[in-house]
């Protein structure tokens, strides 16, 4: 059974730093397009960061390069996303994604919150 679960989210105050991990299960993640996507309220769905099948790529969106990392561990089939200076405007729920066509899956997200 496919599973994306997200883990490392929460409250932390502006300036601060936050792990993000999403542990997957019943595929391997070196094999997948692996995604970081977030959703604040009232806003759309957008694309973070993404890393290549063989991770010599990783894409950032502009709003966090060079403060945000995204690796993976394809030995614990895991990917994480490294948070740093993180800003008020970083609040939203971050959802892991893997994508290999047709296929693509979905975690059920977790809350990060920067505020003072």
């Known amino acids: 059974q496919v599973q994306l679960v997200e883990s490392g989210g929460g409250l932390v105050q502006p300036g601060g730093s936050l792990r993000l991990s999403c542990a997957a299960s019943g595929f391997s993640v070196g094999t997948y397009f692996m995604k970081w996507y977030r959703q604040a309220p009232g806003k759309e769905r957008e694309l973070v960061a993404g890393i290549s099948l063989n991770g010599g790529n990783i894409m950032y969106a502009d709003s966090v390069k060079g403060r945000f990392t995204m690796s993976r561990d394809n030995a614990k089939n895991t990917v994480y996303l490294q948070m740093d200076s993180l800003k008020p405007e970083d609040t939203a729920v971050y959802y892991c994604?893997?994508?290999?066509?047709?296929?693509?899956?979905w975690g059920k997200g977790t809350q990060v919150t920067v505020s003072s």
């Open positions: 994604n893997a994508d290999r066509w047709p296929k693509n899956y």
